[in-house]
């Protein structure tokens, strides 16, 4: 996942970490699907092994570039990638082949087994001695008398192989593959380098006694070697060893004795914490997700300072001096005593880099390379050296070999004390316990020095996690060398145990290295047997128990170790700070040059002005680390918000709620849709994120504030949080940002979240003060949704300081309640019209409904239920909705099976009325129109009880006015110009004539009036009544009360013999008088032979519903108002599909009935413009209405009213044709109307003019410059269908 170098391996010097041509295979085409991505000559090389089964060989090929779009990412690697060969290293010892462009290299059956762990060790032991030479030789620890013989490199060189053998037997016998090769790397070497320095300046500040010849910071940064030149002329020669961490004098003689055994357990202590965060990244859930976790650049950074601390050590290594602008200088200066040191520098650089680029540009196998340039330039050094007659006395006194201070054989002493400078001795046998006793030794005798182990914490932590990464990475590359799919987890716990027995040890860490694993089995053949890292540990365990280390030493000459690790080091610095630029993008390579450039500058400008005791605790590695986790953090947030998917604001008319709501409820909320919005915030939450977050609240306010006034902005704001998976702390003061912002503007706020963690921090954080918060979307918007529906409510009630509109209000309600409209295309469904059919039940909180058997059909009458779907989702169920529908359907075949629903839980208290399959099945014989008019209604809910759903926005008239389609009437029968279009306005002349019921809507009624009716009755008490109707309004969404509603009805004069108990037949007239208005007997024959001339026209065809909206069109009815819907879903009540002349009479009267009501609006529409326009002006002004005479006016019309709902007789209302003549039409109301006679806030007046209003308005800015307003106004019509759609 990194796009970084896995060349992180290259901290095994040659070890890359990509498998190179003329290394091992790669896939000849494409790249592997889990291939690792390696940064190596500008090109992604891709790891991989396959093998061909008919030739059993290995082929190993450099892979085609795969570069894209996608590799300019600064953290994870998203290529498309694909395994075509889908094989693995062979297993069978036939001749292996390995294919480098057009050259093929084969080792032959007679390439035993043995040689991979003779290569393997003969390599891996000359790292060995720099590794250990990068340590020990700055130290001086041979100066100690206590130990003999004396400690130095000889000795790191066996901590090494211990760590070697260790490691390759835990691999050996537990690994997942058995070739691997486990042992130290460079990385952890470095950083033990930068304790021991540590320790080395604190017991300097402990050292007390220097010596009494001042010989400045010249002498203090000499090179350790060479003899004291000629008494007088270099007094200080040698004088002072220098130490890694810089101006250091040499210990005293008694500190000595602490530096070896404070430095050796500082170690221990290391790679103990070494070894318990690779076991503690072993037992987490995914290893291999923790490598993504650090961005690529930063990982290259760090690559880049290891890079330039290893130049460093190159240059300490072979000249002496520490690489630093307060000391360069001495590289300049001749010393006579010692070799020139430029000479043995420039060599190294020219090896290293020579090696660098053969090896980087393939052209020889890596390990042939590698074992060439160690064994060809001590060949040609020795035949010089020989040559020229330089004895190897010689040699070490001019600084080509490593040396020490002595022997513990008389080099460097003179009389029992070490002489000026120590001697240039050659190393000697050690004793394998040495290391051990020394350790152990100094911590029970009081040798270690534990004031100095503190200040290494820094570099332990630092260096546990570098090396960490860097096993996890060869890991990733040795999987893909090896051909075999290795359990991270497992991995690391096994390097973790392997580093922690090596640690008790005194070794170094163990984990896999993937350069000897490819050198293992390109010679092995094999990654089945474990007997080559058997062989490999033996040999290095045989080594160390030897002690032989030291006489081996001494003939490698320091050019040849300074130059591996310039080999080493150029290859962090070349391939991250110059190719690096091809596979990231310009802030990610900017990131790894920074962060190059903070170590150069530390480290060779700042840190040697530090002082000393301050040196060793901020190393140039630490601050870089820390660099490295403060630009990765704003690296992330960077990509983060740029990546992230961006805030969402959604208006309410693309936001419902799973509540089923009635048309004119719908019509409401999409009237309302600008007054809420939904905020949608998913992923995870920081700083950054809510900072952007704000920020786009903060714009979108703004925005409604310049374009929208007051009455038409935002009132709720819902915050959905339900897919954010985490918040952090740093986004607490942006949440109070915006909590502050919502609360100044009036907004109020809803928490829509059900992470439980976020609540609870919500909640701690005091975000629910004057806020809701709910668990899921849904919720909160049907809670909006009611919010709204209520206030809009309020506001509507504030019209009824008239009496007529009031009266007119609660008979919509009652109407809405005894709905038997079947018109399939109307979502609102009366429950009053199942309950022949069905039976009501409670339900307590918890209680359970719909098993697996059930198929009856259920509607929520009161409380909440939650639904359980079948894809483990959950939706709460609200008052008239029905639930279970789906296992209905299912049953009769109206929807594939298997029903979603799978059960069904009470939330709170609740009542439903339950509708059994069998019930079901008898209305579908008994009232077809009913149930294909509740399969319509189940359909619809179906479709639209979903949350997030699109609510249809509905500004104009028309929508509002019920959209019936009259399309019809220019292309179907082509009827005359009737005369008779006038007739609508005739009809209301006159009541004399008594229209009746139709016989089917007299059933329907008589249904429910025998539900309500107990057994044995034959009358329905008023009190039972009135709680039916009270139930049954709540239940399609009215907010009256049930003693309203008892004032309603006996205001109705429903009980007209004044019993208390309702009868049939006074139902039934409380019913026609609801809906049904009488005619003038005169229009009967007109009506009559109306109707038979529209039939005859057609007489084959029925009278279906379009041809009767056209006879209603002729006689000048308005066919496209909500009135007319209403009559053609009840006039053919039996659903027969064809309207005779009784029904065609129901229509008329209902029509009319419509009429009156409209009629009676106007007047009370006129007494409000009187009424303000009094209280606006101050005078006795009176409004002539030119259609209603004015005597009498508001009382006829109440009268008028009750008078068609107890049938008795009412006046006429003559309609005249000089409406539009007169100018009345044209007469409004505007909010200062209604802030004038109805006593309002202004605010509240604009707020009801928004909602009647139906026009599209313009807004425009007002007076002050900060404000925005709307010339909205309310006519006649958008005030009458206010009334009849807000009831």
Not at 239 to 266: I, N, Q, W
Not at 818 to 832: G, H, L
Not at 1184 to 1203: C, H, I, K, T, Y
Request: overall charge negative; hydrophobic content about 45%; some cysteine.
């Amino acid at each position: 996942t990194m796009a970084s170098s896995t060349a992180v391996d290259r901290m095994g010097f040659a070890d890359d970490g990509d498998i190179e041509e003329g290394d091992i295979t790669v896939s000849p085409t494409s790249p592997p699907s889990s291939a690792v991505p390696v940064i190596d000559n500008g090109a992604w090389d891709w790891l991989d092994a396959s093998t061909k089964s008919n030739s059993k060989t290995v082929s190993i090929n450099k892979s085609s570039p795969h570069k894209s779009a996608n590799h300019k990412s600064s953290s994870v690697f998203t290529g498309d990638l694909s395994d075509d060969t889908g094989s693995s290293i062979g297993k069978e010892a036939n001749p292996i082949k390995v294919h480098k462009m057009s050259k093929e290299y084969e080792f032959s059956d007679n390439d035993s087994g043995h040689d991979a762990e003779s290569l393997c060790f003969v390599i891996y032991f000359v790292f060995c001695i720099v590794f250990s030479s990068v340590v020990w030789d700055p130290l001086g620890s041979a100066r100690d008398e206590n130990i003999n013989p004396p400690f130095g490199v000889p000795q790191g060189v066996g901590i090494n192989l211990v760590g070697i053998a260790i490691g390759c037997a835990f691999f050996a016998w537990k690994g997942g593959c058995n070739a691997v090769i486990a042992g130290p790397d460079l990385l952890p070497v470095v950083f033990f380098a930068e304790a021991g320095a540590s320790v080395m300046v604190t017991l300097m500040e402990m050292n007390k006694s220097l010596y009494p010849v001042d010989c400045g910071e010249d002498a203090a940064h000499r090179f350790l070697g060479g003899v004291a030149a000629a008494e007088g002329s270099d007094p200080c020669a040698d004088v002072f060893h220098r130490a890694l961490g810089g101006e250091t004098s040499e210990l005293h003689p008694d500190l000595y004795s602490k530096l070896v055994p404070t430095t050796l357990m500082a170690m221990m202590i290391g790679n103990a914490v070494t070894g318990l965060l690779f076991y503690g990244l072993g037992k987490m859930k995914n290893t291999a997700s923790v490598i993504g976790f650090i961005p690529a650049s930063v990982v290259a950074g760090f690559l880049t300072c290891i890079g330039y601390k290893v130049i460093k050590l190159a240059v300490l290594i072979t000249t002496g001096f520490s690489f630093k602008e307060k000391y360069i200088r001495n590289l300049g200066i001749q010393y006579d005593h010692v070799n020139d040191p430029w000479l043995p520098l420039t060599i190294a650089l020219i090896y290293g880099i020579l090696l660098y680029g053969l090896k980087h540009r393939h052209v020889f196998a890596a390990e042939k390379l590698i074992m060439s340039f160690i064994i060809v330039p001590l060949i040609f050094f020795f035949i010089i050296c020989a040559a020229s007659g330089v004895s190897m006395d010689r040699l070490r006194e001019e600084n080509w070999f490593l040396t020490q201070a002595v022997d513990g054989e008389g080099c460097g002493m003179v009389d029992g004390d070490i002489v000026a400078g120590g001697g240039n001795c050659a190393f000697t046998r050690t004793n394998f316990w040495q290391t051990l006793q020394v350790a152990y030794g100094g911590l029970f005798s009081g040798g270690v020095a534990w004031a100095a182990v503190p200040r290494c914490i820094p570099i332990f932590i630092m260096g546990s996690c570098m090396t960490s990464l860097d096993s996890m990475l060869k890991l990733t590359s040795s999987e893909k060398a090896l051909g075999v799919d290795l359990d991270y987890n497992h991995e690391m716990k096994l390097g973790g145990k392997a580093t922690l027995v090596s640690a008790l040890w005194a070794g170094s860490p163990a984990y896999g290295q993937t350069k000897f694993n490819v050198i293992n089995l390109s010679i092995a053949r094999t990654s089945d047997s474990p007997v080559p890292t058997l062989l490999l540990g033996a040999l290095c365990l045989i080594v160390f128990l030897s002690g032989m280390a030291g006489p081996i030493i001494n003939y490698m000459p320091r050019f040849l170790l300074g130059g591996l690790c310039v080999f080493a080091g150029v290859g962090f610095l070349y391939e991250n700070l110059w190719e690096g630029r091809k596979n990231m993008n310009r802030v990610s390579f900017a990131i790894v040059w920074v962060i190059f450039l903070v170590n150069f500058i530390w480290e060779f400008f700042i840190l040697q002005n530090l002082p000393t005791n301050i040196q060793p605790m901020v190393p140039g590695l630490l601050v870089v680390f820390i660099l490295g986790i403060v630009l990765s953090t704003f690296e992330f947030m960077f990509a983060f918000m740029h990546k992230a998917k961006e805030p969402e604001i959604r208006g309410g008319d693309v936001c419902c709620s799973s509540a089923v709501r009635s048309e004119k409820h719908d019509t409401q909320l999409s009237v309302m849709s600008p007054w809420f919005q939904v905020f949608r915030v998913e992923s995870f939450v920081f700083f950054g994120t809510a900072n952007n977050l704000y920020q786009q609240l903060k714009a979108h306010l703004a925005d409604q504030k310049a374009s929208k006034p007051k009455a038409e902005r935002t009132k709720y704001l819902l915050f959905d949080l339900t897919d954010v998976t985490g918040i952090d702390s740093s986004a607490k003061n942006v949440f109070f940002k915006v909590h502050r912002l919502l609360k100044t503007d009036g907004i109020n706020l809803v928490w829509a979240m059900m992470n439980p963690k976020i609540v609870e921090k919500f909640a701690a954080w005091g975000l629910y003060d004057g806020a809701w918060q709910f668990d899921s979307l849904d919720l909160s918007l049907r809670f909006v949704e009611d919010k709204l529906l209520y206030r809009a409510s309020r506001l509507s009630e504030k019209w009824m300081v008239n009496d007529t509109v009031r009266r007119i209000f609660e008979r919509q309600v009652l109407a809405n309640v005894f709905n038997i409209s079947v018109r399939p295309d109307e979502k609102t469904f009366s429950s009053a019209r199942l309950q022949p059919w069905s039976h009501r039940i409670n339900l307590l909180a918890g209680e359970e409904l719909c098993g697996d058997e059930d198929d009856k059909l259920y509607m929520l009458y009161a409380g909440e239920v939650q639904i359980q779907g079948r894809d483990g989702s959950k939706y709460s169920v609200f008052t008239g909705s029905f639930f279970n529908l789906d296992r209905l359907l299912v049953s009769i075949g109206a929807l594939p099976s298997p029903p979603m629903t799978i059960g069904a839980v009470a939330t709170v208290d609740s009542m439903v009325l339950v509708l059994p399959r069998n019930k079901f099945k008898e209305m579908q014989k008994s009232d077809g129109a009913l149930a294909q008019k509740l399969l319509m209604t189940l359909i619809v809910q179906k479709e639209s009880n979903r949350p997030g759903r699109v609510r249809p926005v509905a500004r104009s008239r028309k929508t509002l006015a019920g959209d019936l389609d009259s399309s019809f009437l220019d292309n179907s029968i082509n009827y005359p110009v009737n005369p008779n279009r006038s007739m609508a306005k005739r009809l209301l002349n006159g009541s004399d004539y008594k229209i009746s019921l139709t016989d089917a809507q007299k059933e329907s009624f008589c249904q429910i009036f025998d539900v309500i009716c107990q057994p044995g009755e034959d009358e329905i008490p008023m009190d039972r009544f009135s709680a039916f109707v009270s139930m049954e309004a709540h239940a399609l969404g009215s907010n009256i009360e049930h003693e309203q509603f008892m004032a309603i009805i006996d205001a109705s004069g429903i009980d007209e013999d004044g019993d208390g108990s309702l009868s049939k037949d006074e139902f039934l007239s409380f019913l026609r008088g609801l809906f049904l208005a009488d005619i003038p007997m005169k229009e009967m024959d007109t009506l009559r032979s109306t109707y038979d001339a529209a039939v005859a026209k057609a007489p084959h065809l029925p009278m279906d519903e379009s041809r009767v909206l056209v006879l209603f069109a002729e006689l000048g009815f308005d066919i496209n108002s909500s009135s007319m819907g209403d009559v053609i879903g009840v006039i053919d009540a039996d659903g027969d599909g064809d309207v005779d002349f009784s029904e065609f009479l129901t229509g008329i009267g209902m029509m009319k009935q419509f009429c009156i009501l409209a009629k009676q609006l106007d007047v009370a529409f006129d007494d409000y413009k009187n009424r303000s326009t009094q209280m606006r002006s101050g005078a006795a002004v009176r409004f002539q209405d030119a259609n209603v005479p004015q005597q009498g006016r508001l009382q006829r019309g109440a009268s008028a009213l009750f008078s068609s709902i107890t049938g008795e007789k009412m006046s006429a209302l003559p309609q005249d044709n000089s409406e539009e003549e007169n100018g009345s039409n044209g007469v409004e109301l505007d909010a200062g109307d209604l802030e004038a006679f109805l006593s309002v806030p202004r605010e509240e007046a604009e707020e009801m003019v928004f909602l009647a209003d139906q026009d599209e308005v313009e807004a425009k800015q007002g007076q002050n410059k900060d404000e925005v307003s709307a010339n909205r106004t309310i006519d006649r019509e958008e005030f009458q269908q206010l009334i009849r759609s807000w009831s």
